[in-house]
């Protein structure tokens, strides 16, 4: 089984500052389906500004933290780029 934690960048305002926070999230990539990518073939072959839009991750809709997670993997990512366009 595939999975991977992931650390993920996050904002912790405070009154007077900015902190920035490291939350780290496993990920299960076999429990991801219907993945709905936003593609932008501008950027051709390297495709950097793509990204999964949404998908469904333990049978429910991806949480925003969770699509998070899932797009720091750029590999995932570069993989599912490619089975949408081919």
């Given at each position: 089984m595939?999975?991977?934690?992931?650390?993920?960048g996050g904002r912790n305002a405070g009154k007077h500052h900015h902190a920035t926070k490291r939350i780290k999230m496993?990920?299960?990539f076999n429990q991801i389906d219907d993945?709905?990518?936003c593609i932008n073939t501008d950027d051709y072959p390297d495709f950097c500004d793509s990204f999964v839009e949404a998908c469904t991750y333990k049978g429910r809709p991806a949480t925003d933290d969770e699509l998070e997670a899932i797009n720091?993997?750029?590999g995932y990512v570069?993989?599912?780029i490619l089975n949408a366009l081919y």
């Amino acid at each position: 089984m595939k999975s991977k934690e992931v650390f993920m960048g996050g904002r912790n305002a405070g009154k007077h500052h900015h902190a920035t926070k490291r939350i780290k999230m496993k990920i299960d990539f076999n429990q991801i389906d219907d993945v709905e990518m936003c593609i932008n073939t501008d950027d051709y072959p390297d495709f950097c500004d793509s990204f999964v839009e949404a998908c469904t991750y333990k049978g429910r809709p991806a949480t925003d933290d969770e699509l998070e997670a899932i797009n720091e993997d750029s590999g995932y990512v570069y993989e599912q780029i490619l089975n949408a366009l081919y």
